[in-house]
């Protein structure tokens, strides 16, 4: 039987909106980063793994995302000065991400437990998670690393095609619309995003894997970090991802 959906409320909006944790049944509270370059299939994963362990996804994209959305007075601080920098086309500092965690430390510090996907993304933030989860007498279960190689990566993206009016997603083996080019849902034209073409997204993965190696050999020197590879159909990874946390206990 599927579990009832997760209220992300406080963690999409602010502890200002409290989530409802009602008919939730209460289970091990798992403790969770996830990493993962784009394109592993991690989101996916994520669904899996939080109907099996009764954990919530905590995206920092989709706080990005719910933010865009918000009246600007309903925006905490920290996501006030977050959407100044995405909006000059800035990337977001350290100081301020790690601040719009911690003013959500009521999700981190939930009974049902927590998938972070998003976050951290640097040292500095893996640090201040330490820190976070500390003062509340919590500790990281694992960091489930989500690795693909770089050819099969490649080949996931650059067959995804995008619907140019409701922005539907297809891919030409693994999604096919029913007419080549034509979305299902509302008969838009189908395209390939610049940022999905092989060369593009061959440089958008040297560009993450530049930028976690730090943060996956911190975690590897604290003995959480998990390799999960990434090969296969959703269920065959995710079955994988949890003989893996069955074998830490």
Not at 15 to 42: D, M, S
Not at 75 to 97: I, Y
Request: charged fraction near 25%.
């Amino acid at each position: 039987m599927t579990q009832p959906t997760r209220d992300r409320s406080a963690w999409l909006h602010g502890p200002q909106t409290p989530c409802n944790l009602e008919g939730l049944e209460k289970k091990r509270a798992y403790h969770i980063v996830l990493l993962g370059a784009p394109g592993v299939g991690k989101g996916t994963q994520a669904e899996l793994l939080c109907e099996a362990l009764g954990t919530c996804h905590l995206s920092t994209g989709d706080v990005f995302r719910a933010a865009k959305c918000a009246a600007s007075q309903g925006l905490t601080p920290a996501m006030e000065a977050a959407l100044g920098h995405m909006q000059r086309g800035e990337l977001v500092p350290d100081e301020t991400v790690i601040e719009m965690v911690r003013e959500r430390l009521g999700c981190l510090t939930c009974e049902c437990g927590f998938l972070l996907d998003g976050f951290p993304r640097t040292v500095a933030q893996a640090e201040a998670l330490e820190q976070m989860l500390g003062e509340a007498g919590l500790t990281l279960d694992a960091v489930l690393n989500y690795d693909l190689a770089i050819d099969k990566v490649v080949e996931r993206l650059s067959g995804r095609r995008t619907c140019r009016q409701c922005k539907s997603t297809f891919h030409v083996v693994m999604k096919p619309p029913a007419r080549e080019g034509v979305c299902d849902k509302c008969g838009g034209e189908l395209y390939q995003r610049e940022d999905d073409r092989p060369e593009s997204v061959r440089v958008r993965l040297e560009a993450y894997e530049r930028s976690t190696a730090p943060l996956a050999e911190f975690y590897s020197r604290a003995g959480l970090l998990v390799t999960v590879p990434a090969d296969g159909s959703p269920e065959e990874v995710f079955a994988r991802a949890m003989e893996l946390l069955k074998q830490r206990g």
